[in-house]
């Protein structure tokens, strides 16, 4: 869970997780340049502008929310807040006159922020309009609800959520819809999905949860837009720069790691080959050869960082 902000005044968004290790991860020199692409409420991007004297960061979210928190939280450091969807860092950078950076960090996810406001219709905690748009902008939830078939909508709850039970949950939707009626809720959602399963299957944990993140993800399109984004990022390094990603799920996590193992790989040619032929060298080197996960201490102070996974790798050559 992404957030951000440590001072009372910003604590809407609640704790930055693995501040420390990020902070670490990211080597950060004070006459560097960085890019923060996921600032929340600016927790992160308050850390390494604070670390900087002659560089500068830059800060982006799509969601005007953050990046009103962020600019508040980052005043009087070398920092600038750009509201834009990390997909647009190279040109955010070079409208700028940045070439390369030396250092990024994608913070991956809804925020706790985005969570906790029941008008942004991200929780099934809360009764309020099915919405789930990070960047407040294009098609809410409550269109892909009740305009995708049952075939569609089974296919992005396993596909995003991995839920065995896509099948009826998408099944009893459109039943719903069939009566005349329209799902314009977080609350009518979660209780189709609550009815549409096994009594036993409820007692695993709230039965929407699946179903929200597989909603959320096809709304904001994010596994498409992250792997996109870990390409530019990679381009937009400089040589000896490092990229750092923090993940919240296995989804994320799968497409982060592949993405950095095949960067980090060198020759390619069959094992039984006596020499190499294909002279590809690796661009990249894994700065930890394992994700990074919370301590006991911080899964105490903040349990939403339990499913928290960072990777960061160090650009060699281009």
Known sequence: ????????????????????????????????????????????????????????????????DAVAAATERLKGLP??????????????????GISSVDGILMDIGVSSHQLDS????????????????MSKSGATAAELVNTLSENELAEIFFKYGEEKHARSIARAIVKHRET?????????????????????????????????????IAVNDE?????????????????????????FHSLEDRIVKQKFAELAKGCVCPPDFPVCVCGRTPKAKLVFRKPVEPSARELKENPRSRSAKLRCIEKIHD
């Open 223 to 247: 596994l498409g837009r992250l792997s996109a984004a870990l390409d530019t990022a990679f381009s937009c390094l400089n040589v000896g720069g490092r990229l750092a990603v923090i993940t």
């Open 79 to 96: 920092a600038e807040v750009v509201l834009a969807n990390f997909t647009e860092m190279a040109g955010v950078l070079k409208e700028r």
């Open 1 to 64: 869970m992404k957030s951000g902000g440590q001072k009372k005044k910003d604590a809407r968004f609640h704790i930055p997780v693995l501040l420390k290790e990020t902070i670490e991860a990211l080597a950060i020199r004070p006459d560097g340049v960085y890019l923060d692409a996921t600032a929340g409420g600016g927790g992160h991007s308050y850390e390494i502008a604070s670390r900087i004297r002659t560089g500068r960061l830059i800060a982006l979210d799509q969601d005007p």
């Open 180 to 216: 005349g009626q329209t799902v314009n809720t977080t609350g009518e959602l979660a209780e189709i999905v609550k009815k549409s399963v096994p009594q036993s299957y409820r007692r695993a944990g709230h039965p929407a949860r699946k179903v929200f993140q597989a909603i959320r």
């Open 118 to 133: 029941p008008e942004r219709g991200f929780s099934y905690h809360f009764d309020a309009p099915l919405d789930m748009r």
